[in-house]
């Protein structure tokens, strides 16, 4: 069928609301956009070219910079698969140190997101609100590890330092303060009747279309879909972890899922703080051959690492899915799809929490 | 130093237009700039404004080890912007290549080789504190006096 095109509106590569490069190709009639068309490549870097055939040792650190805002789930399931590999079982008080720190990552990245999204709809005080409470997570993952962002915490059978008992108590208080804090932050969300406007009701992803295109993390569990591999993993499945998920399939719901799993989060890390036993932090053991695929949930969505290794711990093979890929499919041919205006293009691309350079690698 | 240099001078001391460009980052050093607005490192409280638009941009921040997509973009971004104007490169990647620099890379650092660079802020990534001070001791250099010291 032939369309009726007035423009063909591009947004990016470089805009205000972007954090990334990228570039939406919109086919428009007045503000209503008919079809959309994600155009990526500018930075596209050859990370997995270059891990082939180097060390262990030194893929774990390239595996980290495949993203700056969800690092830590990038090292977490490159050591597992090279772990699940060797036989080697991390100590109990590690398997514990790596759920608080992989959840303290995700709170942060969600708490990024969600401040994305309000900024992109010039809510800018919920916005600083959110961006502010995002430093108080910064401040604890330096405290246990030593660094903001890419901290290089977890390595096979273990992690890198321990939590001493005063610090566990610091980051006790600091989750009461998180979700004080939160919990006024979603009541204004909810409550704004502004807030309703721009997202209840706009970038609808209906549950069938989410399956058919393979949508995951909040973005699929806003449309009803029940797919969290945090539940197939042994240490969130001895802390009780069941997924969140709503209905509303809009863009009010991907936030509020976000919101709610940063909730989700301080609670599995106070389960975590309070199963922790004293005892060893590192194992240590030697990489075997071997390959796997192995996955695990990122903030945004399922992460898939399959690698194959040598008998001296080189990484033979590397083929990495990030959850990015699959929801900016979806969010170009199915949400953008019926937008009403044009301001609605970056509020709906935001809401999916695109990683460009999760994508591209 | 005439009457309008004067005023210049003092106008430019709080107004500081803040554009940054990701020419190949992991985003790292990109959250850590977002870091620098909020309230607690308050880049507004110095007269620096982040606007992300070369046109209206003094300082531009460069992010990433240069993938070849930006070869053709980078130069004719830079050239859109108006004098006086100043190019930092945040991070380890726009000066050496950071971990991305190895045989069989797509990226082409440094940065250096396509626009001048006034500034280079080392780390992986370095801290909003650290963004923060290199602008705020760069800019009076560049600015201060920039018409006087031209003739």
Redesign the interface.
């Known amino acids: 069928m032939k369309k009726t095109v007035d423009v063909s509106l591009p947004v990016g590569p470089m805009h205000p609301c972007f954090k990334e490069p990228c570039r939406i190709k919109c086919e428009t009639r007045g503000e209503y956009v008919l079809s959309a068309e994600v155009e990526l490549g500018y930075v596209k870097k050859g990370i997995e070219r270059i891990m082939r055939g180097r060390p262990w040792q030194e893929v774990m650190f390239l595996a980290e910079r495949v993203c700056g805002i969800c690092s830590v789930i990038h090292n977490f399931v490159f050591i597992e698969a090279v772990e699940n590999i060797s036989g080697i079982v991390p100590t109990e008080r590690a398997a514990f140190l790596r759920v608080i720190v992989n959840e303290l990552d995700r709170m942060q990245s969600h708490l990024l997101a969600n401040y994305s999204y309000c900024y992109t709809i010039e809510h800018e005080t919920l916005a600083m609100y959110l961006l502010n409470l995002r430093e108080t997570v910064m401040d604890q993952l330096e405290l246990i590890t030593g660094a903001r962002v890419t901290c290089a915490y977890i390595i096979p059978g273990g992690v890198r330092s321990d939590l001493s008992a005063e610090d566990a108590e610091r980051l006790r208080s600091a989750l009461d303060h998180i979700d004080a804090e939160l919990s006024r932050f979603i009541r204004i969300f909810e409550t704004g009747p502004l807030i309703a406007l721009r997202s209840k009701g706009v970038g609808i992803l209906t549950k069938e279309a989410a399956i058919e295109a393979h949508a995951v993390g909040p973005t699929a569990r806003a449309s009803g879909i029940d797919n969290d591999q945090r539940s197939t993993h042994p240490t969130y499945k001895a802390l009780g972890f069941s997924p969140i998920i709503r209905q509303e399939a809009d863009n009010y719901a991907r936030i509020m899922v976000r919101f709610e799993e940063v909730f989700q989060s301080t609670g599995l890390i106070r389960s975590a703080l309070a199963a922790l036993k004293e005892g060893p932090i590192r194992g240590g053991g030697t990489i075997k051959a071997g390959s796997i695929k192995y996955r695990n949930e990122a903030p945004r969505g399922e992460l898939l690492y399959e690698l194959t290794t040598d008998d001296y711990g080189r990484i033979l093979e590397i083929a990495i899915q990030t959850p990015s890929i699959p929801n900016i499919q979806v969010c170009a041919h199915e949400m953008l799809i019926d937008a009403q205006s044009a301001a609605d293009i970056t509020s709906i691309f935001i809401s999916s929490d695109p990683c460009i350079a999760c994508t591209e690698r | 130093m005439s009457m309008l240099q004067y005023l210049k001078n003092t106008v430019r001391s709080r107004s500081i237009h803040v554009?940054y460009?990701?020419?190949?980052?992991?985003?790292?050093?990109?959250?850590?700039i977002?870091?620098c607005?909020?309230?607690?490192y308050d880049i507004e409280q110095y007269g620096i404004y982040v606007?992300?638009?070369?046109r209206e941009a003094d300082v531009l921040l460069i992010t990433?080890?240069f993938?070849?997509?930006?070869e053709d973009?980078l130069k004719p971004?830079w050239d859109k912007i108006p004098h006086p104007k100043v190019a930092v490169a945040i991070g380890n990647c726009p000066i050496s290549g950071?971990?991305?620099n190895?045989?069989?890379?797509?990226?082409d650092p440094p940065v250096s080789k396509h626009i001048p660079i006034a500034a280079e802020i080392p780390g992986?990534?370095p801290?909003p504190t650290e963004i923060i001070s290199t602008i705020l001791s760069l800019a009076p250099i560049i600015f201060k006096d920039y018409e006087e010291t031209k003739k």
């Open positions: 554009a460009v990701n020419v190949g980052s992991c985003n790292g050093c990109d959250i850590e977002l870091a607005l909020s309230p607690r606007h992300n638009n070369p990433g080890a993938s070849s997509q930006w973009k971004l950071c971990v991305f190895r045989p069989e890379t797509l990226v992986c990534p801290r």
